[in-house]
């Protein structure tokens, strides 16, 4: 069960969209439709942004939008906005009821 | 609203156990809904999957940690505590403890977290 692969860092312009990938294998991103993705500020607990692929929890700006295809999972932001920086972590059902966090991404808001 | 609290030791010494627990207030842990799992970051690190158990008490493992770790529930208590074996400097890490909708890895509420340091 390794890591899924995140990019280190992506950045943008207020205003700008950005993309972030999370890449596994048919084991886990590619065989089930239970990716959720997390943002975390420093010093604080990660926060649900995406769960099941591309459900938004109550209160989370519809700006942040999720995507599957194949072994790869995206994460859309749109309309970046400066509290946008941050750490975004995808997961991934990997079977048995285990799960499997990416590495995760460095959001900057140039 | 439901809140989660870690709680243990800051400091562990290498070879011995890390135990946490986690207590659970403004809902039940014997909700049939919900799993409660363990999650760890190292100082500067990414986040890591530790495990997780339902309410009647099975477990489920990261395939990396299982020879060391145990998950248990007190539902008298509502807690769910975490045992790490034969700790190292590498478990080092803010242990996180969360719940699960319904088994998906949807972790929508999150303690705030717990630094433990493994040293002599």
């Known amino acids: 069960q390794s890591a899924l692969t995140q990019p280190r860092s992506v950045s943008g312009s207020p205003g700008q969209s950005l993309t972030i990938s999370c890449t596994g294998t048919s084991s886990d991103v590619g065989g089930y439709s239970y990716v959720s993705w997390y943002q975390q500020h420093p010093a604080k607990a990660p926060k649900l942004m995406i769960y099941d692929v591309s459900n938004r929890p109550s209160g989370v700006p519809d700006r942040f939008s999720g995507s599957k295809s194949g072994n790869t999972a995206s994460l859309t932001i749109s309309g970046l906005q400066a509290e946008d920086e941050a750490d975004y972590y995808c997961c991934s059902h990997a079977g048995s009821y285990t799960y499997v966090f990416g590495t995760g991404t460095k959001v900057t808001v140039l | 609203q439901l809140q989660l609290q870690e709680s243990g030791p800051g400091l562990v010494k290498p070879s011995e156990t890390l135990s946490l627990t986690c207590t659970v207030s403004?809902?039940?842990?014997?909700?049939?809904?919900?799993?409660w799992g363990w999650i760890r970051q190292p100082p500067g690190k990414g986040l890591e999957w530790i495990g997780s158990?339902?309410?009647?008490?099975?477990?489920y493992y990261n395939p990396s940690l299982k020879s060391r770790v145990t998950i248990s529930v007190d539902t008298s208590m509502n807690q769910f505590s975490l045992k790490l074996n034969s700790v190292t400097a590498a478990d080092t890490a803010v242990y996180y403890c969360?719940?699960?909708?319904?088994?998906?890895?949807?972790?929508?509420?999150w303690g705030q977290g717990t630094l433990v340091t493994v040293s002599s």
């Open positions: 158990i339902y309410y009647s008490g099975d477990t």
């Open positions: 969360a719940r699960d909708t319904g088994g998906s890895g949807t972790y929508l509420s």
């Open positions: 403004g809902g039940s842990i014997s909700s049939s809904s919900y799993y």
